[in-house]
Protein backbone atom coordinates (compact mmCIF):
# COMPACT_ATOMS: atom_id res chain seq x y z
CA UNK A 1 0.00 0.00 0.00
CA UNK A 2 1.30 3.19 -0.72
CA UNK A 3 2.04 6.30 1.62
CA UNK A 4 0.28 8.75 -0.79
CA UNK A 5 -2.86 8.09 -1.76
CA UNK A 6 -4.62 8.52 -5.25
CA UNK A 7 -7.57 6.99 -7.19
CA UNK A 8 -7.32 4.12 -9.23
CA UNK A 9 -8.87 5.67 -12.06
CA UNK A 10 -10.53 8.54 -13.85
CA UNK A 11 -12.85 9.22 -16.88
CA UNK A 12 -13.84 12.33 -18.50
CA UNK A 13 -14.32 13.12 -22.65
CA UNK A 14 -12.67 14.73 -24.76
CA UNK A 15 -12.68 18.71 -24.10
CA UNK A 16 -13.48 18.18 -20.97
CA UNK A 17 -11.23 18.35 -17.30
CA UNK A 18 -10.26 16.22 -14.99
CA UNK A 19 -8.77 16.58 -11.56
CA UNK A 20 -6.45 13.32 -9.55
CA UNK A 21 -6.00 13.97 -6.35
CA UNK A 22 -3.19 12.49 -3.96
CA UNK A 23 -3.63 12.18 -0.68
CA UNK A 24 -1.02 12.14 2.11
CA UNK A 25 0.52 13.32 5.53
CA UNK A 26 2.07 15.97 7.36
CA UNK A 27 5.34 14.31 7.17
CA UNK A 28 4.83 14.43 3.51
CA UNK A 29 2.64 16.30 1.55
CA UNK A 30 2.08 19.02 4.16
CA UNK A 31 5.91 20.34 4.64
CA UNK A 32 7.39 19.56 1.15
CA UNK A 33 6.73 20.18 -2.85
CA UNK A 34 4.87 17.89 -4.87
CA UNK A 35 5.70 16.14 -7.64
CA UNK A 36 3.94 15.02 -10.73
CA UNK A 37 4.47 12.09 -13.52
CA UNK A 38 2.75 11.58 -16.98
CA UNK A 39 3.29 7.27 -17.56
CA UNK A 40 2.19 6.29 -21.54
CA UNK A 41 1.98 2.61 -22.35
CA UNK A 42 4.99 1.03 -22.19
CA UNK A 43 7.25 4.33 -21.13
CA UNK A 44 9.35 5.70 -18.56
CA UNK A 45 7.45 8.15 -16.43
CA UNK A 46 7.55 11.71 -17.71
CA UNK A 47 7.91 14.99 -15.53
CA UNK A 48 4.73 16.81 -15.78
CA UNK A 49 4.72 19.27 -12.80
CA UNK A 50 7.93 19.82 -10.08
CA UNK A 51 7.76 22.22 -7.50
CA UNK A 52 3.61 21.44 -6.41
CA UNK A 53 2.95 23.63 -8.96
CA UNK A 54 5.31 24.63 -12.38
CA UNK A 55 5.69 22.88 -15.40
CA UNK A 56 9.19 21.93 -16.55
CA UNK A 57 9.46 23.60 -20.21
CA UNK A 58 7.42 21.38 -22.99
CA UNK A 59 4.55 20.94 -20.82
CA UNK A 60 1.36 22.60 -21.70
CA UNK A 61 -0.72 25.00 -19.63
CA UNK A 62 -3.54 22.61 -19.42
CA UNK A 63 -1.69 20.76 -16.79
CA UNK A 64 -1.85 22.36 -13.58
CA UNK A 65 -0.59 21.36 -9.85
CA UNK A 66 -2.11 22.99 -6.38
CA UNK A 67 -1.90 21.70 -2.74
CA UNK A 68 -3.81 22.35 0.22
CA UNK A 69 -2.77 20.75 3.81
CA UNK A 70 -1.90 17.64 3.10
CA UNK A 71 -3.26 16.94 -0.36
CA UNK A 72 -2.33 17.47 -3.57
CA UNK A 73 -4.32 17.74 -6.90
CA UNK A 74 -3.05 17.51 -10.60
CA UNK A 75 -5.64 19.28 -13.23
CA UNK A 76 -5.98 18.90 -17.04
CA UNK A 77 -7.81 20.69 -19.17
CA UNK A 78 -8.85 20.13 -22.71
CA UNK A 79 -8.66 16.64 -22.46
CA UNK A 80 -7.19 14.65 -25.40
CA UNK A 81 -6.93 11.58 -26.72
CA UNK A 82 -3.00 11.57 -25.86
CA UNK A 83 -3.71 11.90 -22.52
CA UNK A 84 -4.37 8.77 -21.73
CA UNK A 85 -1.57 7.87 -19.39
CA UNK A 86 -1.38 6.74 -15.65
CA UNK A 87 -0.09 9.93 -13.42
CA UNK A 88 1.71 9.15 -10.11
CA UNK A 89 2.03 12.24 -7.45
CA UNK A 90 5.26 12.12 -5.56
CA UNK A 91 7.21 13.47 -2.92
CA UNK A 92 9.50 13.31 -0.15
CA UNK A 93 8.60 12.17 3.07
CA UNK A 94 10.68 12.74 6.67
CA UNK A 95 10.81 9.50 7.63
CA UNK A 96 10.50 7.06 4.55
CA UNK A 97 12.24 9.82 2.17
CA UNK A 98 11.12 9.33 -1.93
CA UNK A 99 7.60 8.05 -1.79
CA UNK A 100 5.32 7.63 -4.89
CA UNK A 101 1.24 7.70 -5.24
CA UNK A 102 -0.27 4.01 -6.63
CA UNK A 103 -1.08 5.93 -9.49
CA UNK A 104 -4.44 7.05 -11.32
CA UNK A 105 -5.35 5.66 -14.55
CA UNK A 106 -6.65 8.45 -17.17
CA UNK A 107 -9.25 7.56 -19.34
CA UNK A 108 -10.57 9.90 -22.15
CA UNK A 109 -13.41 8.44 -23.01
CA UNK B 1 20.36 16.93 -25.03
CA UNK B 2 20.09 15.47 -21.44
CA UNK B 3 20.08 12.07 -21.63
CA UNK B 4 20.07 8.52 -19.86
CA UNK B 5 21.12 5.32 -21.21
CA UNK B 6 20.87 1.89 -20.05
CA UNK B 7 21.63 -1.58 -20.59
CA UNK B 8 19.66 -4.07 -21.68
CA UNK B 9 17.34 -7.08 -20.05
CA UNK B 10 18.35 -9.26 -17.56
CA UNK B 11 17.04 -12.83 -16.78
CA UNK B 12 18.45 -14.22 -13.72
CA UNK B 13 17.93 -16.96 -11.32
CA UNK B 14 17.02 -16.31 -7.69
CA UNK B 15 20.43 -16.13 -5.77
CA UNK B 16 22.43 -14.41 -8.49
CA UNK B 17 23.48 -10.93 -8.83
CA UNK B 18 22.82 -8.30 -11.54
CA UNK B 19 24.59 -5.58 -12.69
CA UNK B 20 22.33 -2.45 -14.54
CA UNK B 21 24.14 0.40 -15.81
CA UNK B 22 23.25 3.90 -16.78
CA UNK B 23 25.32 6.30 -18.67
CA UNK B 24 24.47 9.86 -18.64
CA UNK B 25 25.16 12.80 -21.58
CA UNK B 26 24.04 15.93 -22.57
CA UNK B 27 25.36 17.72 -19.27
CA UNK B 28 28.42 17.53 -16.81
CA UNK B 29 27.97 13.67 -14.78
CA UNK B 30 29.56 15.10 -11.23
CA UNK B 31 27.15 17.63 -11.09
CA UNK B 32 24.32 16.11 -10.61
CA UNK B 33 22.79 13.32 -7.99
CA UNK B 34 21.03 10.21 -9.63
CA UNK B 35 18.45 8.26 -7.94
CA UNK B 36 17.17 4.94 -8.99
CA UNK B 37 13.35 3.84 -9.01
CA UNK B 38 11.84 0.92 -9.74
CA UNK B 39 8.88 -0.58 -10.88
CA UNK B 40 7.36 -3.48 -10.73
CA UNK B 41 4.82 -5.42 -13.19
CA UNK B 42 1.27 -3.07 -12.81
CA UNK B 43 2.64 -1.32 -9.73
CA UNK B 44 3.67 2.18 -9.14
CA UNK B 45 6.74 3.36 -8.93
CA UNK B 46 9.52 3.18 -6.24
CA UNK B 47 11.97 4.81 -5.19
CA UNK B 48 15.20 2.61 -4.25
CA UNK B 49 17.84 5.86 -3.22
CA UNK B 50 20.17 8.14 -4.41
CA UNK B 51 23.85 8.69 -4.88
CA UNK B 52 26.24 11.52 -5.10
CA UNK B 53 27.70 11.64 -8.45
CA UNK B 54 30.42 13.77 -6.85
CA UNK B 55 31.58 12.10 -3.82
CA UNK B 56 29.95 8.76 -4.30
CA UNK B 57 27.58 9.24 -1.14
CA UNK B 58 24.55 7.12 -1.16
CA UNK B 59 21.19 7.09 0.30
CA UNK B 60 18.68 4.22 0.51
CA UNK B 61 15.11 3.79 0.97
CA UNK B 62 14.65 1.90 4.27
CA UNK B 63 13.34 -1.79 1.90
CA UNK B 64 16.41 -1.48 -0.27
CA UNK B 65 19.13 -1.43 2.25
CA UNK B 66 21.92 -4.41 2.41
CA UNK B 67 20.96 -5.99 -1.43
CA UNK B 68 21.51 -2.48 -3.48
CA UNK B 69 24.60 -0.86 -4.20
CA UNK B 70 25.23 1.97 -6.09
CA UNK B 71 28.35 3.01 -7.54
CA UNK B 72 29.86 4.84 -10.55
CA UNK B 73 32.56 5.23 -12.72
CA UNK B 74 32.66 8.65 -13.43
CA UNK B 75 35.54 8.55 -16.14
CA UNK B 76 32.78 6.99 -18.94
CA UNK B 77 29.62 9.45 -16.70
CA UNK B 78 28.04 5.93 -15.71
CA UNK B 79 26.34 5.19 -12.81
CA UNK B 80 25.39 1.42 -11.33
CA UNK B 81 22.90 -0.55 -9.44
CA UNK B 82 23.97 -4.31 -8.12
CA UNK B 83 21.36 -6.11 -6.89
CA UNK B 84 22.28 -9.41 -4.71
CA UNK B 85 20.40 -12.48 -3.98
CA UNK B 86 18.23 -11.89 -6.34
CA UNK B 87 14.67 -12.47 -5.40
CA UNK B 88 11.36 -13.46 -7.52
CA UNK B 89 9.95 -10.04 -5.88
CA UNK B 90 12.98 -8.15 -7.58
CA UNK B 91 11.15 -8.29 -11.27
CA UNK B 92 10.85 -5.17 -12.06
CA UNK B 93 11.63 -2.17 -14.68
CA UNK B 94 14.45 0.11 -12.75
CA UNK B 95 15.10 3.40 -13.81
CA UNK B 96 18.03 5.90 -13.40
CA UNK B 97 16.59 9.25 -13.06
CA UNK B 98 18.81 12.86 -12.62
CA UNK B 99 18.31 14.72 -9.60
CA UNK B 100 17.06 18.44 -11.43
CA UNK B 101 18.66 20.25 -9.22
CA UNK B 102 22.91 20.20 -9.24
CA UNK B 103 24.83 19.61 -6.18
CA UNK B 104 24.98 19.94 -3.35
CA UNK B 105 21.14 20.50 -3.34
CA UNK B 106 19.00 17.60 -3.55
CA UNK B 107 15.62 17.67 -2.86
CA UNK B 108 14.13 14.55 -4.93
CA UNK B 109 13.29 16.73 -8.14
CA UNK B 110 13.02 13.62 -10.92
CA UNK B 111 13.62 15.58 -13.81
CA UNK B 112 15.13 13.04 -16.26
CA UNK B 113 14.42 9.23 -16.54
CA UNK B 114 16.35 6.12 -18.34
CA UNK B 115 14.65 4.14 -20.65
CA UNK B 116 14.49 1.72 -18.17
CA UNK B 117 15.98 -2.19 -17.68
CA UNK B 118 13.58 -4.88 -17.27
CA UNK B 119 15.11 -7.35 -14.59
CA UNK B 120 13.01 -11.16 -14.35
CA UNK B 121 14.15 -13.13 -11.73
CA UNK B 122 12.76 -16.50 -12.30
CA UNK B 123 14.13 -20.07 -11.87
Known amino acids: QSVLTQPPSVSAAPGQKVTISCSGSSSNIGHNYVFWFQQLPGTAPKLLIY???KRPSGIPDRFSGSKSGTSATLGITGLQTGDEADYYCATWDSSLLGVFGGGTKLTVL | QVQLVQSGSELKRPGASVKVSCKAS????????MNWVRQAPGQGPEWIGWVNSNTGESTYAYGFRGRFVFSLDTSVSTAYLQISSLKAEDTAVYYC????????????????WGNGTTVTVSS
Open chain 1, 51 to 53: DTN
Open chain 2, 97 to 112: VREGVPLPQYYFFLDV
Open chain 2, 26 to 33: GYTFSRYA
